[in-house]
């Protein structure tokens, strides 16, 4: 069975980068029928998707997150990364790792979810 | 984007009774060359992740209670729960998965009546 697990600093300080790991056990994140992404949640708000990569390393970001984000993958590990630079209050949230059931150039919906991570900024 | 809204933002339905949730995209979802609708619904619990109820407007995920069922094309979805269980108290959102970047509606929180 798949699951997926979110580790990484609970507290940034504004200005600085967040960065988060999302380790993927049960199933292999280079497989070709899959994407692998970052969707948060600001408290007590609705969800936001930051972005997804496939086992490729081709990449797709939210526009309004690109400038600030990169995904990553460490196949070695089985596992894959988030990187948020010069974060503010706005980026305070539950960020969640998952995987897309997809192909090249194509991914749908989010099947898997971790349980997912609270970060918050601030000084 | 395409921008996904929700009516009612809040509901409340007394159990045994049918919840209605509908979701409106500002573009259309319909692929027509695979003719599906690129819409997904998710059920979310006080402090767990979401959970994927219906996808492709309506193929309910394996292990969804029956109770549970999407329709619409286009533009226009709707979630509905046949007969509300204590267990269905949550937030639900729809989802397009259309376009980059996918998007969500703003949520419908479902209460007990």
């Known amino acids: 069975q798949l699951q997926l697990q979110e580790s990484g600093p609970g507290l940034v300080k504004p200005s600085e980068t967040l960065s988060l790991t999302c380790i993927v056990s049960?199933?292999?994140?280079?497989?070709?029928?899959?994407?692998w992404g970052w969707i948060r949640q600001p408290p007590g708000k609705g969800l936001e998707w930051i972005g997804n990569?496939?086992?490729?390393?081709?990449?797709y970001y939210n526009p309004s997150l690109k400038s600030r984000v990169t995904i990553s993958l460490d196949t070695s590990k089985n596992q894959f990364s988030l990187i948020l630079s010069s974060v503010t209050a706005a980026d305070t949230a539950v960020y969640y790792c998952?995987?897309?059931?997809?192909?090249?150039?194509?991914?749908?919906?989010?099947?898997?979810w971790g349980e997912g991570t609270t970060v918050t900024v601030s000084s | 984007d395409i921008v996904m809204t929700q009516s009612p933002d809040s509901l409340a339905v007394s159990l045994g009774e049918r919840a209605t949730i509908n979701c409106k995209s500002s573009?259309?979802?319909?692929?027509?060359?695979?003719?599906?609708?690129?819409l997904a619904w998710y059920q979310q619990k006080a402090g767990q992740p979401p959970k994927v109820l219906i996808y492709?407007?309506?193929t309910r995920e394996s292990g969804v209670p029956d109770r549970f069922s999407g329709s619409g094309s286009g533009t226009d979805f709707t979630l509905t729960i046949s007969s509300l269980q204590a267990e269905d108290v949550a937030v639900y959102y729809c989802?397009?998965?259309?376009?980059?970047?996918?998007?969500f509606g703003q949520g419908t929180r479902l209460e007990i009546k």
């Open positions: 990569i496939y086992y490729s390393g081709v990449t």
């Open positions: 989802h397009q998965y259309y376009s980059t970047p996918i998007t």
């Open positions: 998952g995987r897309h059931p997809g192909g090249l150039n194509y991914y749908h919906f989010m099947d898997v």
């Open positions: 049960g199933g292999s994140i280079s497989s070709s029928s899959y994407y």
């Open positions: 492709w407007a309506s």
């Open positions: 573009q259309n979802v319909f692929y027509s060359s695979n003719n599906k609708n690129y």
